[in-house]
Structure formats: structure tokens, C-alpha cells
């Protein structure tokens, strides 16, 4: 692998990762609920949950009725869990600071239920040339061992 490639992964103390994640929230009943207030609010309420746990928000559009983030996410973490986090949170902070999100969605749900998720990262190409040359290094090192 080029040098260059390896400077997009993140090191933890037992996992060297690159678990790059593009993902979708909408609004309940897609209602296009999002002005510049919201907005600003939101970005900061997904930036501070994304600190709080490791997050690295790589990319990122609000718009009046959706969210896209592009976020890099420690492996100790499931997408799901970050999901969670991310729509819980969120929807709770606004709702607190905007009143007029609460009569609007009065069962206290502001996202609706699923989300749209996608993995990025390298292609299947580099990972078997790359599993393939791993072989053939070993099987130089075998060489050279018994010369």
C-alpha cells in the first residue's frame, strides 16, 4: 500500500482503523422543520456528541428536512449505537431548547425510525492485491530464511 494511504488511518492503542461511514437521518413524516436557527443548533448538539465519543465528522450538510454526515467512528462502536446517539441526543436538545418542535412533534420523536447507512473505504481490488502480496512476502521471508 502507497505510503500516502496510511495516513488516513487512526491508531488506537490495540486497532489500526480507517471505518469510514456516510449516513441519513430524515425529520418524522419528512416535515421540513429545519430553519438556520435549527440548524446551527443541530450542528453544534452532532459536533459535541461526535467529540464526546471519539467522532471524527469528515463531512456534513443539515438541510430543512435531512441530515448527511460523513463520519470516521472508532471500531469499539457500532453504527447503530452512534445512530442512537447522535438522533436520542439530538432530537431531546432541540426539543428542549425549541418549543415549537414540541408542539409539533408532541410524542417527543423528531427523526423517524431508520436511517440510511453506507460503508466507505477501500475497494475489494486493493484488499486482495494487498492479501496477496502479504503471501508472497512470507514466502520470500521463508526463502531467505533457509538459504
Same mark, same amino acid.
Given at each position: $500500500?502507497?505510503?500516502?494511504n496510511?495516513?488516513?488511518?487512526k491508531?488506537?492503542?490495540?486497532?489500526? %482503523?480507517?471505518?469510514?461511514?456516510?449516513?441519513?437521518?430524515?425529520t418524522?413524516?419528512? %416535515?421540513?422543520? #429545519?430553519?438556520?436557527?435549527?440548524?446551527?443548533?443541530?450542528? =453544534?448538539?452532532?459536533?459535541?456528541i461526535?467529540? =464526546?465519543k471519539?467522532i471524527?465528522?469528515?463531512e456534513?450538510?443539515?438541510?430543512?428536512?435531512?441530515v448527511?454526515?460523513y463520519?470516521?467512528?472508532?471500531?469499539?462502536y457500532?453504527?447503530?449505537?452512534? $445512530?442512537?446517539?447522535i438522533?436520542?441526543k439530538?432530537?431531546?436538545?432541540? $426539543?428542549?431548547? %425549541? &418549543?415549537?418542535?414540541?408542539?409539533?412533534?408532541?410524542?417527543?420523536?423528531?427523526?423517524?425510525r431508520g436511517y440510511?447507512?453506507?460503508?466507505v473505504?477501500?475497494?475489494d481490488? #486493493?484488499?486482495?492485491?494487498?492479501i496477496?502480496?502479504?503471501?508472497?512476502?512470507?514466502?520470500?521471508?521463508? &526463502?531467505?530464511?533457509?538459504?
Amino acid at each position: $500500500m502507497p505510503q500516502d494511504n496510511l495516513n488516513k488511518y487512526k491508531r488506537q492503542s490495540h486497532a489500526v %482503523f480507517d471505518c469510514r461511514y456516510h449516513v441519513v437521518f430524515v425529520t418524522k413524516y419528512r %416535515f421540513r422543520i #429545519i430553519d438556520k436557527n435549527i440548524e446551527i443548533a443541530l450542528k =453544534w448538539i452532532i459536533k459535541d456528541i461526535c467529540d =464526546w465519543k471519539g467522532i471524527e465528522i469528515l463531512e456534513g450538510a443539515v438541510k430543512e428536512e435531512h441530515v448527511h454526515l460523513y463520519l470516521q467512528i472508532p471500531p469499539k462502536y457500532s453504527i447503530s449505537d452512534v $445512530m442512537k446517539w447522535i438522533k436520542g441526543k439530538s432530537a431531546e436538545r432541540l $426539543m428542549q431548547k %425549541f &418549543v415549537q418542535l414540541e408542539k409539533q412533534y408532541w410524542g417527543r420523536h423528531l427523526w423517524a425510525r431508520g436511517y440510511f447507512v453506507s460503508t466507505v473505504g477501500i475497494s475489494d481490488e #486493493i484488499i486482495r492485491s494487498y492479501i496477496q502480496k502479504q503471501r508472497e512476502d512470507e514466502k520470500q521471508e521463508f &526463502v531467505q530464511k533457509w538459504k
